[in-house]
């Protein structure tokens, strides 16, 4: 079992910037960043690889950039022209999988095994 926590949500104006991060209980070669809004589907936002390799929804391929920390086992999502249609949920999640960007899931809920509780981002006009 790994676990994911994530921190680093909050409240901003729009225009602004924030940084996520997720930090886990031991090495995940698969992360991401999902997020959700009550009554609409979770999404997928932002993956990484163990090489570095990222992926992102085209919704917020210009604002958001995913990044593992220099901590060991940590994870950031930097947001940067908060909109707020940015407000959600935002869950970290991993995965022992290597090839799930590869393969295709790596926006996709199914290709992650391990979740955090998710952390509340609320932009405001």
């Known amino acids: 079992q790994v676990h994911v926590e994530e921190s680093g949500g909050g409240s901003v104006q729009a225009g602004g910037s924030l940084t996520l991060t997720c930090t886990t209980s031991?090495?995940?070669?698969?992360m991401a960043w999902f997020r959700q809004v009550p009554g609409k589907e979770l999404e997928g936002v932002a993956a990484?690889?163990?090489?570095?390799?990222?992926m992102y929804a085209d919704s917020v391929k210009d604002r958001f950039t995913i990044s593992r920390g220099s901590a060991p086992n940590t994870l950031h999502l930097q947001i940067s022209r908060l909109e707020p249609e940015d407000t959600a949920i935002y869950s970290c999640?991993?995965?022992?999988?290597?090839?799930?960007?590869?393969?295709?899931?790596?926006?996709?809920?199914?290709?992650?095994?391990?979740w955090g509780q998710g952390t509340q981002v609320t932009v405001s006009s």
């Open positions: 990484i690889d163990k090489d570095g390799n990222t």
């Open positions: 031991e090495y995940a070669v698969s």
């Open positions: 999640a991993a995965s022992r999988v290597p090839n799930i960007m590869a393969i295709g899931f790596g926006l996709q809920r199914m290709g992650y095994y391990f």
